[in-house]
């Protein structure tokens, strides 16, 4: 389990995960339904980038996300 604990870790990681499934930004715009330009400001870690289109993008990735409060539960 990767712990990703703000907007510029999750970049990376997306990009990360992008790049081992060798799509290029342009690919998995695409894919996702959302433009490239967003998905270059989702991997640089920009905080206004909209939840729901970075799950649309997560999702396409196959990456899955579990929220757990700071007390450990869900």
Known sequence: MIVVNDHSE??????A????QKLTQE??????GVGVRFVRELEHGKES???????A???T????????????EA
Do not use: Y
Not at 10 to 15: F, K, V
Not at 27 to 32: G, H, K, N, T
Not at 49 to 55: D, K, N, P, Q, Y
């Open 10 to 15: 999750l970049g990376t990681l997306i990009r």
């Open 17 to 20: 995960e992008r790049k081992r």
């Open 27 to 32: 690919q998995l715009a695409a894919l996702s």
């Open 49 to 55: 980038c909209r939840i729901g289109l970075a799950f």
């Open 57 to 59: 993008v997560m999702q």
């Open 61 to 72: 990735l196959g990456i899955s996300v579990e929220v757990n409060s700071r007390g450990g």
